[in-house]
């Protein structure tokens, strides 16, 4: 069984600071790229951060110089540190890996968790 299990939304004024977390456990035979993904009420899906096993990163337009991701690879734990909030990142927060299990399962288009609140107020 593998997991990811996302942690650290809630709700904060703008200009506030949350840390999100993302911990991946089970089965898991390797884990490549970790990421951020997030859903605005009443849109799609969209890309915020990533961060390979060599900790090369990648962020969205939208989040640069705000948000950083980082991650600890002994724990296979990211985390995406948000300062200067804004409203318009309200959204449910989404961990998604780049893994195989030990049963030689490849997620390719990763592997995801449940998603925790962020909630952003003016």
């Known amino acids: 069984q593998v997991q990811l299990v996302e942690s650290g939304g809630g709700l904060v004024q703008a200009w506030g600071s949350l840390r999100l977390s993302c911990a991946a456990s089970g089965s898991i035979f390797r884990i490549n790229t970790m990421g951020w993904y997030r859903q605005p009420p009443g849109k799609q899906r969209e890309f915020v951060a990533r961060?390979?096993?060599?900790?090369?990163?990648n962020y969205a337009d939208s989040v640069k110089g705000r948000f950083t991701i980082s991650r600890e690879n002994a724990q296979n734990t990211v985390y995406l540190q948000m300062n200067r909030l804004k409203p318009e990142d309200t959204a449910v927060y989404y961990c998604n890996s780049d893994l195989t299990t030990n049963t030689g399962t490849y997620y390719a288009d990763g592997y995801w968790g449940q998603g925790t609140q962020v909630t952003v107020s003016s």
């Open positions: 961060i390979t096993s060599s900790g090369r990163t």
